[in-house]
T-cell receptor, first 116, second 112 residues
Framework: KAGVTQTPRYLIKTRGQQVTLSCSPISGHRSVSWYQQTPGQGLQFLFEYFSETQRNKGNFPGRFSGRQFSNSRSEMNVSTLELGDSALYLC???????????????FGSGTRLTVV | DQQVKQNSPSLSVQEGRISILNCDYTNSMFDYFLWYKKYPAEGPTFLISISSIKDKNEDGRFTVFLNKSAKHLSLHIVPSQPGDSAVYFCAARTSNTGKLIFGQGTTLQVKP
């Protein structure tokens, strides 16, 4: 069973540019959540998508946005990049019933974004 | 407002001994708590979870205890092995949502 796939693994962008990250969930998972991990702030929730609709949103500026497609794949976009956006971006997919056991909330390996 | 807290940034134990990682929370609406293990530049790997209606869940060497009155949970690893060395995160969620709230993590070092 394939896991959660995030692409690309590494990315270097210049301040002011925009970036799009991709997440393909486990087959059958319909919820995709995005998280930002930084040394100072830990793992912070960005947003959650379910059935192509945003269900929850964390406390991030509007420069951070996302979407979900009909096949449950999700993308997140960061516009006007700032140095502080450098982080590991993780996505997690969940079963439709949000089971909190081993099959639920499975994380991908993340995309390491560096803004220079 | 940090709803989930791991107050110990690091913990060092000897191989074969017990590791106890602690987590405190403030929101009584959390219905599930999860523990994840994480290596640098990788995604968190699920370890064990516990429902808010239980006080203990065990899976092999890993046991999670939940004290709802104290809003405290702990992860016990017995016996600890060098391969357990990693960062451990506790996380909490409210029902039927993909949103997890994470603690800051505890770095566990198990010495051979």
């Amino acid at each position: 069973k394939a896991g959660v796939t995030q692409t690309p693994r590494y990315l270097i962008k210049t301040r002011g540019q925009q970036v799009t990250l991709s997440c393909s969930p486990i087959s059958g998972h319909r919820s995709v959540s995005w998280y930002q991990q930084t040394p100072g702030q830990g793992l912070q929730f960005l947003f959650e998508y379910f059935s192509e609709t945003q269900r929850n949103k964390g406390n991030f500026p509007g420069r951070f946005s996302g979407r979900q497609f009909s096949n449950s794949r999700s993308e997140m976009n960061v516009s006007t990049l700032e140095l502080g956006d450098s982080a590991l971006y993780l996505c997690a997919s969940s079963l439709p019933d949000w089971t909190a056991g081993p099959s639920g909330y499975t994380f991908g390996s993340g995309t390491r974004l560096t803004v220079v | 407002d940090q709803q989930v807290k791991q107050n110990s940034p690091s913990l060092s134990v000897q191989e074969g001994r017990i590791s106890i990682l602690n987590c405190d929370y403030t929101n009584s609406m959390f219905d599930y708590f999860l523990w994840y293990k994480k290596y640098p530049a990788e995604g968190p790997t699920f370890l064990i979870s516990i429902s808010s209606i239980k006080d203990k869940n065990e899976d092999g060497r890993f046991t999670v205890f939940l004290n709802k009155s104290a809003k405290h949970l702990s992860l016990h690893i017995v016996p600890s092995q060098p391969g357990d060395s990693a960062v451990y995160f506790c996380a909490a969620r409210t029902s039927n949502t993909g949103k997890l709230i994470f603690g800051q993590g505890t770095t566990l070092q198990v010495k051979p």
